[in-house]
């Protein structure tokens, strides 16, 4: 693993390791951090094939979702999102992403798959407080209501006219929901720049 | 001093906050919960702006979006709004606003001159009058356009932020009306999501303007008691001051909220949001609108509708007059003469159209001692600037003209009532058609194909119990439709109800001469047209309602002809001898009212106009001068300008460097495809023309892929990593379609092919060193990749570790000199970039953009696709015959043996050199082989690039020119506007012609 101080992530223009994460409240009740650098494996196999979602569950200990757009695992350990029919995004902790091709590699061998490192391609901006999902709403066409987009789904959707991946964590009752949106590096400032001026003052 | 126009009790006016504002300069003083129009009525002021044509007096005619005639211009400077209606304007503390389209004042208006030249203004007067001399219209234009319009538009940017907002529900409930709140309440005991939204305020709708009772409250108590229960409901959204302007597909309704009181600006608030709503079933009711009569002169200023006066009078507490008559054709707008006898405003009489008015309404207006005086019409109006006294004559026996003697009143407000219309906008919007209700006359909500219940007036159901009864039955309605079962509930409530004798519709109200002939009857005030107007198209052969509105302008306004449609349509069909339902109504169109260009436009201004697309390296480029060029949405480099440098001298500069020690360019933008599965090579095979089955790991190939069609559509460079893995690249503004395109062919034709996909664009910084130097200064940073030509030969590719980050290397070039590409984890590429430029400072290392970029490639003949290509190009049109395999099948083959596609003279890729070495050749510049003095010249083909070659010394181009391969040696032209560029056709390889540079 490369020394972090020679890795820029795509926020770092904005400054934002200069203000501690208390500070980076938006309006009264929404805090906004980006977490880089988090490890994130593509995966593509046949899950109709017994052997591989042994072979997969053998090297993450985790069981991949089969349910689309539903997440299984922790975000601070492994996590596997559901992507597609035969695609998931795997996280995992910062650096682990050589860990993870390793075993993923290992107990797969032999078989048709694509496991593809894309830790650098993503960032994640993690959202929380009582609006985050009303911000969303302002660019995303999907239906977010707590009734209908719960803890432990996900979503691939438009926002802000920018490719992301949204995935709601939690909703606690006082603070509100808490989600990571997944966007692409070369969106990652205009994105971050829509939210702020999306989130209300 | 007399009675002031203000009661002293009731309204929805806050008499403890007074709000100061100006009008036309003048300081005046209203309250909170005022709009423009109840405080101007209540300062005295009824005349507000002039006409559109006519420049005629108008004042206050109606009390909300239905207001055709007060029309001001709202603020001065970047904030200005034009043509906004007083009576629809909440007022607030510093407010100014102008009257419109007068000058010096509307009560002294220079262009009211206007007027005496009506009989030279008829209806579609431009297709006339100006007709002579021929040339002269464009003088005529230039000076009506002038004279018409209602207002001027900021010239400065929107200094305003708008918001957007997108939400789904499982029932839309669009006005607050009693029908509406009825609705929500019911709907309400479900565990539906239920949004209700109201253009005012305050819910309630017509029950805060006329003095009703429902359970023994009034009806402003109801509706604030029904708007707390519904506010204490987690299911329930309420949107105020949010008027829905469009109804769209699947139950999508656009909608506008205001979110600032003034339109001065709030820091940090933004002004408006545009909602866009989807719901599953959706409950309009807007309520109606009242139709006005047209009689002879009936847009004097003083004339209002009666049911506006009772909004004045309830809602906002003024008295609009002081001696009052009324003009109708039901027993409703009675109620207006009994709320204002009740206030002890004088009423002087009531008109009635009808024969006799024996309802219960009269007869209690007449037992209160007002005189009412039956099958009677006001004939005239008297008080240019504002109503002074009417003229009152006896109908005769079929209502078509006047007889008897005539009777004068003195009042200085006319109240006229001519029944209701019901609000059909949303449901027209969705192509729904409207039934024409023969008995009162007015159009109702038809059949439609969306999830729509229309309810209480806006149905057509007018009287305040059956709005009710319509809104509770709705309630159920919804909540079962959208599969939601609801608690047990009470029945619809008590409320008076009081029988309602018919309306007597008359069109045109007659009065002593033809209408048009001396007076005026209005019917759309706010842009001019008369009831003779329309008379007049229908004698010139004007039948469907259609063409004549586009001919008369009637209902063309910002308005949208909310008053005005239904009484110009029935005139037309009188007229023309037929029935109002055969000759249909106008398709309402969205928007139902103006809406902001900002709104729309929302956050994506500026810098957030769309998004924009950054390298890892790309705040490097910014700090060194980079000039931006826009590939899709991402920013590229085009050149470095050293202070004072021209472009032109940049990319020489940048150029010569490359060729003679190192460039340096960002690369990372190119689409990066990771390929994996046993049968990769066999896919690579169908989806490009030449053969994959051969490549060896650690090796690359440049392919090109046609569509089915057998045009070029990208190219680009692939790269065997492993056994079953591969690395194809793709233009930069392709990366996305050409996946695309892969997963298709993939899942929809060879399913049985085992593949996968993955972009790793994002992946990767990219990072070329070009020149002879490229190599000497890579050693420095890598001692696991063995860098000699013989080592790693031109399209290899090499695994190793690259200023401390695991890379691959790929030999690949694209200037023709020795090149590394080199890919490395996305975010190292800003560090490994800067320790580039810092090592290579020593041989002078130089960034290059994408034009030097795209001139080094020109000078090897290299084609860029959507450059040298535009789908209309073949491999073999690029003399590229030595990419298309004759072995295999892949997309696009069989296309290439068309006779079209097989012919010798097509547009072929060639080389041009003017003659004139100093001349730089215009791209897309078309290209003649003989001038001559005649035209059309006939084109032989066109310019694709065309640049400045530093290391040539001259300049150069290529061109796609018919039968271009027989044509080398010849001379062509390429004529300009001012002069003629003569060139030779060349080969396009025009640098280093055996390749001897790429090893370095």
Known sequence: MVETYKRKTPLANLGLEKVSPSEQKIGKSLLMTEIPYIAKVNLRGDPAKKIFLKGVKAALNIQLPKIPNTVSGKFSEVQAIWLGPDEWLLTGRSGAEAKLLKNLQKQTENMHVAITDITDSRTIMQLSGGPALSIIMKGCTLDLHPNVFKPGQCAQTILAKTNVIIHLLKFDKKIGPTLHIYVQNSFAEHLWLWLIDAAPT | ?1000
Request: proline share 5%; hydrophobic share 35%; glycine share 10%.
């Open chain 2, 1 to 1000: 001093m007399s009675r002031p126009l203000r009661l002293s009790l009731g309204g929805a006016i806050d008499r403890k906050k007074p709000v100061n504002f100006q009008f036309n300069g003048r300081q005046l003083c209203g309250y909170k919960g005022d709009t423009l129009a109840s405080a101007l009525l209540a300062n005295g002021i009824h005349l507000v702006s002039r006409s559109f044509k006519y420049h005629r007096p108008r004042g206050i005619f109606a009390s909300g979006t239905e207001e055709p005639n007060a029309l001001v211009q709202l603020e001065v400077g970047p904030r200005t709004l034009a043509s906004h209606q007083a009576t629809k304007i909440k007022l607030y503390e510093g407010l100014k606003a102008f009257s419109a389209n007068c000058w010096p004042s509307p009560a002294f208006d220079l262009l009211g001159i206007l007027g005496f030249f009506h009989r030279i203004l008829p209806a579609g007067f431009y297709y006339k009058t100006f007709m002579w001399p021929r040339w002269g219209w464009k003088i005529y234009e230039y000076l009506i356009r002038h004279i018409a319009g209602l207002g001027y538009c900021p010239r400065q940017p929107d200094p305003d932020r708008y918001d957007h907002m997108n939400a789904h529900t499982d029932i839309l409930i669009i006005g607050s009306g009693p029908s509406g709140l009825a609705a929500a309440i019911e709907a309400s005991h479900s565990s539906a999501r239920i949004i209700i939204v109201d253009e005012n305020s305050k819910f309630g709708g017509r029950l805060l303007s006329d003095n009703s009772k429902i359970n023994n409250k009034s009806g402003p108590d109801w509706a604030a008691q029904q708007e707390s229960i519904l506010a204490s409901n987690p299911n329930v959204k309420m949107l105020r001051n949010t008027t829905a302007f469009g109804y769209y597909d699947h139950n999508l309704i656009g909608m506008i909220e205001n979110l600032t009181g003034p339109i001065t600006g709030v820091k940090d608030k933004k002004r408006q949001r545009l909602w866009k709503i989807r719901a599953k079933q959706v409950v309009l009711a807007q309520g109606a609108f009242e139709r006005p009569l047209v009689f002879s002169d009936n847009d004097r200023p003083g004339v209002m509708l009666a049911g506006a006066i009772r909004t004045f009078l309830n809602k906002y507490a003024v008295i609009p007059g002081r001696r009052v008559a009324l003009f109708v054709n039901n027993d409703d707008a009675y109620r207006t003469a009994l709320d204002l006898n009740a206030h002890g405003v004088e009423v002087v009489v009531v008109i009635d159209l009808r024969k006799e008015a024996t309802g219960v309404l009269p007869n209690r207006t007449i037992s209160e001692g007002i005189e009412v005086v039956e099958d009677a019409a006001i004939t005239g109006v008297i008080g240019k600037s504002h109503v002074k006294k009417i003229e009152v004559m006896m109908l005769s026996e079929d209502g078509k003209s006047v007889q008897g003697e005539k009777r004068f009143f003195d009042c200085d407000l006319i109240g006229i009532s001519g029944g209701w219309n019901p609000a059909v906008h949303l449901h027209s919007h969705t192509n729904g058609k409207t039934v024409w209700r023969k008995d009162d006359g007015v159009f109702i909500p038809g059949k439609t194909l969306q999830n729509i219940i229309s309810i209480g007036a806006c149905s057509g159901n007018f009287s305040l119990q059956s709005c009710l009864k319509d809104g509770w039955t709705a309630g159920k309605k919804v909540v079962k439709l959208t599969g939601f079962s609801s608690k047990k509930t009470n029945s619809p409530k008590d409320t008076e109800n009081i029988p309602e004798q018919p309306w007597r519709n008359i069109w045109i109200i007659p009065s002593n001469a033809p209408a048009g002939q001396n007076d005026k009857h209005f019917v759309d005030q706010q842009h001019d047209v008369t009831a003779a107007d329309i008379q007049l198209a229908a004698r010139e052969g004007y039948q469907s309602v259609e063409h004549t509105k586009r001919y008369t302008t009637l209902g063309m306004a910002t308005d949208q002809g909310k008053t005005s449609n239904i009484p110009g349509h029935a005139i037309l069909a009188e007229i023309l001898g037929k029935e109002v339902s055969a000759i249909g109504t106008t398709t309402f169109r969205p928007p139902y009212t103006p809406v902001t260009i900002g709104a729309l436009a929302g956050p994506y201004t500026g810098l957030l106009f769309a998004p924009i697309r950054r390298s890892p390296m790309h705040y490097w480029h910014e700090s060194n001068g980079a000039i931006w060029e826009d590939v899709g949405e991402w920013k590229r480099p085009w050149y470095y300008p050293k202070r004072n440098e021209s472009m032109r001298d940049a990319v020489a500069r940048e150029c010569l460097a490359t060729r003679n020690s190192v460039g340096i360019l960002d690369a990372s933008t190119l689409g990066k495809i990771d390929i994996q599965g046993p049968d990769s090579a066999e896919f690579l095979n169908r989806i490009y023309t030449n053969n994959w089955e051969n490549l060896e790991i650690g090796c690359c190939r440049y392919g090109i892929m046609l569509r089915e069609d057998g045009m070029v559509m990208d190219d680009g460079v692939t790269s065997r990593l492993g056994k079953n893995h591969y690395l194809m690249t793709t233009t930069t503004g392709n990366a996305a379609s050409v996946l695309a395109w892969l997963e298709e062919w993939s899942q929809t034709e060879w399913p049985t092919l085992k593949v996968y996909f993955t972009s790793v664009t994002e992946q990767y910084a990219t990072i070329t060193l070009s020149g002879p130097n490229a190599r000497l200064l890579l050693e420095e940073f890598t001692n696991d990749i063995d860098l000699g030509g013989g080592a790693f030969p031109a399209m290899q590719y090499r695994e190793g570790t690259v200023g401390g980050f695991r890379a691959r290397v790929f030999r690949i070039s694209f200037t023709g000199e020795c090149a590394f590409e080199i890919n490395v984890q996305a975010s190292g590429g800003a560090n490994l970039w800067a320790n580039f430029v810092n090592a290579g400072e020593k041989y002078g290392i130089t960034p290059y953009g994408t034009e030097t970029m795209h001139v080094l490639r020109a000078e090897k003949g290299y084609i860029i696709v959507g450059q040298e290509t535009d789908g209309t190009v073949t491999p073999y049109d690029l003399g590229m015959n030595w990419i298309i395999s004759k072995n295999k099948d892949f997309i696009g083959r069989r296309s290439l043996n068309r006779p079209d596609t097989a012919r010798d003279d097509r547009k072929q890729l060639v080389g041009l050199l003017p003659n004139d070495k100093t001349e730089i050749l215009p791209e897309g510049g078309q290209i003649v082989s003989q001038l001559q003095a005649t035209y059309p010249i006939p084109m032989i083909g066109h310019v694709t690039s065309s640049y400045h070659s530093p290391i040539l010394g001259r300049s150069f181009a290529l061109a796609l020119i018919k039968g271009g391969k027989k044509r080398l040696g010849q001379t062509v032209h390429v004529p300009l506007v001012e002069r003629t560029i003569t060139c030779q056709v060349t080969s396009h390889l025009f640098y280093d012609k055996e390749g001897h540079r790429l090893n370095g």
